[in-house]
């Protein structure tokens, strides 16, 4: 891999699928970076297709079903065009993910040990009984008591954030240099929410692998990450560090969702202001701006474009990537001047 290469490299990716009622543009032209060392949020409403681009990376998606188009870049390795097995041999020793839902993504009649053994001794040439220390030693890194007796326990035997820490130890047992997490603390109560994502992050420390986490929570996208990418309707909207998503954001749908956000840091004066209307269909996308139909700032872009137009994903800044119609010194203005006063106030 060529020097200020990002270790991985997403470029244009497309994933459809075709269906009776129409073709789903689940991803329609994605493209990113992430290096090693840092932690890249992926943030939007359910639908979006966070998830969908996480399986794309990892092969997960049945091709006999899906229509990926595009570059996907790991390590020096394009895996789009790669065969099956290739991409096989590279999940989970070189890249691995944390499922949204452990007691579904782990099989109920293996015990947690013998998951873990079996994931470890696909790319490790050990015996049995190095490959059941090397899961012991795992869950006992992850903050599970006992390890050396609930390794022989069932998924089914584990609470909710138990499993959680488990998937985690299934994900890292051979030190993946790229780590996916899919909602990691949906479902779980703040306390072990707080206690999974400080795990995650002493866990990517210490083994320096780049890190994607999905969500739709942006109290753990704020906690997390280095950099954010806004999705809806299947795009990247919005693109910048996250200290620039919280503090000088600039596309309307970002404005949205920090709006909707609940803040623990002060007193609150008014209701949530959730982000008007239902995200659009995968099938029938809106022409123009896929935002528009929700956005309340439709009417101030230049000659309707909004309702005609795609707007490019076009430089606000330094690193600050925005899809939007509405030019940059009035989104700043519109920021200033009408849509930070109300979130703080709130």
């Known amino acids: 891999m060529t020097a200020g290469t990002p270790f991985l490299q997403v ?38 297709g966070k998830s969908v681009t996480s399986l794309g990376i990892l092969g997960l998606h049945n091709r006999r079903n899906a229509r990926v188009s595009g570059e996907i ?32 993504a782990m099989h109920p009649y293996y015990t947690v040990g013998q998951q873990i053994v079996e994931a470890y001794r696909v790319h490790n040439k050990v015996t049995r009984k190095q490959a059941r220390q090397h899961a012991v030693d795992l869950l006992g890194k992850v903050g599970i008591p006992q390890p050396d007796r609930r390794v022989d326990d069932y998924p089914h035997q584990f609470s909710g954030g138990m499993r959680q820490r488990a998937m985690i130890a299934m994900a890292l047992s051979c030190d993946p240099e790229l780590l996916i997490a899919d909602e990691p603390t949906t479902a779980l109560d703040v306390t072990v929410q707080a206690q999974i994502l400080d795990l995650m992050h002493k866990l990517q420390q210490e083994f320096n692998s780049a890190l994607i986490i999905i969500t739709h929570d942006l109290g753990v996208t704020a906690e997390l990450s280095d950099d954010v990418l806004v999705m809806y309707g299947g795009r990247c909207i919005e693109y910048a560090t996250a200290r620039e998503i919280f503090q000088s954001p600039e596309h ?38 896929a935002f528009h139909p929700r956005c309340v700032f ?40 009408e849509v930070k006063p109300k979130l703080e106030a709130s």
């Open 11 to 48: 470029r244009d990716l497309k994933i459809h699928f075709p269906t009776d009622d129409g073709l789903v543009r689940s991803v329609d032209g994605l493209s990113f970076g992430l290096e090693r060392g840092r932690t890249l949020g992926i943030v939007g409403e359910s639908g979006s």
């Open 73 to 104: 870049w790991l390590d020096g390795k394009e895996l789009v065009s790669a065969s099956a097995d290739e991409v096989r041999a590279l999940r989970g020793q070189k890249m691995a993910m944390i499922f949204q839902d452990p007691l579904s």
């Open 298 to 337: 439709e009417e101030r872009t230049p000659d309707g474009l909004g309702r005609r137009v795609l707007p490019e994903l076009a430089e606000a800044g330094p690193g600050h990537l925005v899809r939007c119609h509405l030019p940059a010194a009035q989104r700043r203005q519109i920021w200033v001047d």
């Open 252 to 289: 309307p749908y970002t404005w949205g969702l920090l709006g909707s956000m609940p803040r623990m840091d002060r007193p609150v004066a008014e209701r949530l202001t959730p982000v008007k209307g239902s995200p659009p269909s995968l099938i029938n996308l809106p022409t123009g701006c």
